[in-house]
């Protein structure tokens, strides 16, 4: 789902270039990733080497997995990343 206009995200595979068919934003975005995680370190759940400063806008990071709508029709990858993204989540709720 589009974080910036709520609508389904309709891209089988996101690149840096993407964006929105609906409102024309950038996709490939911090705000858009499964491991966005505001307060974490540098925002993200993922060891990132480097501030993103602007969340919104695209970005080279090499982690990025599309953040999508649970039931949505992201495909096994996006299956998947949702998965890994939770077994993340719950691992970090444990240690803190």
Do not use: W
Request: hydrophobic letters at 30%; charged letters at 25%.
């Amino acid at each position: 789902m589009c974080m910036k206009c709520g609508k389904p995200i309709t891209q089988e595979t996101v690149t840096r270039s993407s964006t929105c068919d609906y409102c024309g934003s950038d996709l490939h975005s911090c705000v858009n990733c499964t491991f966005y995680a505001p307060g974490s370190h540098y925002d993200c759940h993922e060891s990132v080497d480097e501030l993103v400063r602007e969340k919104e806008k695209a970005n080279f990071c090499g982690f990025f997995a599309i953040k999508r709508a649970p039931g949505s029709s992201g495909g096994s990858a996006g299956v998947q990343n949702e998965k890994a993204a939770k077994a993340r989540d719950a691992f970090a709720a444990l240690f803190g």
